[in-house]
């Protein structure tokens, strides 16, 4: 005879109770992106330090549409010769909105601008060891750009392949995502070589 083992399958009313850490793993997570640890990064070096690794890294290596802002005006900033620290960015975004915005010919909302400074304030507080690893996150980021970039031209040539499409388009296909992941690849293997972003 089996004895009760009714206690091995929580309740509905345990099940409630019990915290779930879901979001502590993606906050992690996103805290730890390369990205996100490359504008945070940024954000504590002055012009003379970022210059390298803006020149190396494209803007199109940031993929989440706020990092890529925040990205693209400490560019404009770096290149103004000014520090991009968080004051400095924020203040620059009121006149400066995304170039992937729906509306870039418009200033940013007050949404868009409180979302930025949020954003800002926990880049710029997550980075870790900012100083040092700066050059690690451009590192990474650009890898991950890469593997990014491959995948997705693989499946773009995949579906024209399958598709009605004329032979020349497709040659050109290639030649541009060759073009493409080779220049991603000397980017990233620039990166690769020691003291490249220390001017």
Not at 17 to 42: N, Y
Not at 126 to 147: K, M, S
Request: net charge negative; charged share 25%; aromatic share 8%.
């Amino acid at each position: 005879m089996s004895g009760d083992d009714s206690w091995l399958c929580p309740s509905d009313t345990n099940l409630e109770e019990r915290p779930t850490d879901d979001w502590r793993a993606e906050a992690f997570v996103h805290q730890t992106e390369p990205q996100h640890q490359l504008i945070g990064a940024l954000l504590w070096l002055p012009a003379t330090r970022a210059r390298a690794i803006l020149e190396l890294v494209p803007d199109t290596a940031i993929w989440r549409p706020r990092a890529r802002w925040a990205y693209q005006l400490i560019h404009a900033l770096v290149d103004a010769g000014h520090d991009p620290d968080p004051v400095a960015v924020l203040d620059l975004a009121r006149t400066q909105p995304s170039t992937f915005a729906l509306c870039p010919d418009r200033p940013p909302t007050a949404h868009q601008l409180k979302g930025l400074a949020i954003y800002l304030f926990d880049a710029y507080q997550d980075a870790i060891a900012p100083r040092e690893n700066a050059g690690q996150y451009a590192r990474d980021v650009l890898d991950a750009a890469y593997r990014t970039a491959f995948r997705d031209h693989a499946i773009r040539m995949q579906e024209l392949a399958e598709c009605d499409v004329e032979r020349e388009l497709l040659t050109q296909l290639f030649i541009d995502t060759r073009n493409d992941l080779a220049d991603l690849r000397r980017r990233a293997e620039a990166a690769a070589k020691p003291g490249w972003d220390t001017p």
